[in-house]
């Protein structure tokens, strides 16, 4: 492929969907154009690697030690993210790397990409993936490049994390560590008040767990996800299920069921943007300290039935972010229409929220008199 690629050849070459493609499997990513769901939105991006090679030796990783080669030039990657931004076939790059040195010099080439896009005046979203152990100065300069920075955290535990990932260094030092300095890079940034129009860490700072690639239960992710939502001030945490790869170590382990990665998101949304804490939702763990295979609001809400129902017309925000199935915006919604005119019947709840949401609510909400509401839907 040479050096510069034009939209049509990128769209018609088929060693072109075979390059992104390439050893991406790692992290679920199929496809050449990744959708990213962010504010409800599905954001096309370009999601790879910089090589597909690694030093390091991850229990769970198939890009492990020796296993596959195979790396991007810098100037053919800045050529392909122009490319596929000009042809509207992705918003945003998203670049992460294998360890195939350095971390330093692994992140310096990173850098080398992002900065040559920037320089050619690509102002797309950019994600970028630091790696455990980078110097401050590029997590810095990182910061100020690119609109997401992160670094994975993969375990929730210095046991588990060691047990994993035997080679990342400790992970105090060479993950947590990172995360607070990208932290605080973009909050020096955001204090400026300037309204970059991209880089400067604008869209915060993110991590992934791998989630059952060790014994750990739920509650030890929760507990480190509230520390990273609520100390180190990062805007997204994700969770990524284990699923075991041949020929690694751990090839016999059970995959992880998809539904623990998503009651992890949910129980980790509630932290995030409702007021929950990991006390709260201790309530719904089981013995061993894991969610229940139900939504995590419902279960706290079937634990708690002395909290409802709730008066539509005299709760507060908080209070009315406990409804199942009530999320910021629509609890917003609900308070500017009661300031409009109170919601007093079904009818007037189906008015504001339509005829689903109305019914979903339904059992846990009431107009002002305990259990009117209840009674009145059967
Ligand atoms: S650092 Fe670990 S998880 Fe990342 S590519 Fe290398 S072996 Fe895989």
């Not at 075991?244 to 382990?253: A, D, F, Q, S, V």
């Not at 939702?281 to 419902?298: H, T, V, W, Y």
Request: aromatic fraction near 10%; glycine fraction near 8%.
């Amino acid at each position: 492929m040479s050096e510069f690629i034009s939209a049509y050849a990128l769209r018609r070459s088929a060693r072109w969907r075979y390059e992104l493609i390439r050893d991406s499997r790692w992290d679920k990513c199929y496809a050449p154009v990744y959708e990213a769901v962010g504010r409800g939105r599905r954001i096309p991006l370009l999601k790879t690697l910089l090589a597909s090679f690694c030093r390091y030796g991850c229990a769970y990783c198939a890009l492990r030690q020796g296993m596959r080669r195979g790396a991007w030039g810098v100037e053919r990657l800045v050529n392909a993210t122009i490319a596929l931004s000009q042809s509207r076939r992705i918003e945003g790059l998203f670049l992460s790397s294998t360890v195939f040195g350095d971390p330093d010099r692994v992140v310096e080439r990173e850098l080398e990409v992002v900065e040559k896009l920037r320089r050619r005046g690509y102002t797309g979203y950019i994600h970028l993936k630091v790696m455990p152990g980078t110097s401050r100065y590029l997590v810095e300069r990182a910061a100020e490049l690119a609109d997401r920075v992160g670094v994975n955290l993969e375990a929730p535990l210095e046991s588990a994390f060691s047990e994993v990932c035997p080679d990342k260094g400790g992970f105090r030092e060479a993950v947590l560590k990172r995360l607070e300095w990208i932290s605080e890079a973009a909050e020096k940034w955001r204090r400026r008040g300037e309204r970059p129009r991209w880089g400067f860490g604008r869209a915060g700072v993110d991590t992934q767990f791998v989630v059952g690639a060790t014994d750990e239960p739920d509650k030890t992710y929760l507990e480190l996800t509230q520390k990273l939502y609520h100390d180190l001030k990062l805007s997204r945490v994700y969770f990524s299920g284990f699923e075991p790869i041949p020929n690694t170590p751990l090839e016999k382990r059970r995959s992880c069921p998809p539904w623990r990665e998503l009651r992890l998101y949910q129980a980790s949304f509630l932290i995030r943007d409702y007021g929950f804490s990991v006390e709260q939702l201790d309530e719904i763990l089981d013995d061993f300290g894991n969610l229940p295979n139900k939504d995590p609001k419902e279960a706290y809400a079937e634990a708690h039935p002395e909290l409802f129902p709730i008066d539509l017309n005299q709760a507060s925000l908080r209070e009315l972010l406990l409804i199942p199935g009530i999320g910021l915006e629509t609890a917003k919604r609900i308070v500017a229409a009661r300031s409009v005119q109170k919601i007093e019947t079904y009818a007037d709840l189906r008015r504001v929220l339509g005829r689903a949401l109305a019914r979903k609510i339904a059992p846990y909400v009431s107009f002002g008199e305990k259990g009117a509401l209840r009674a009145y839907v059967g």
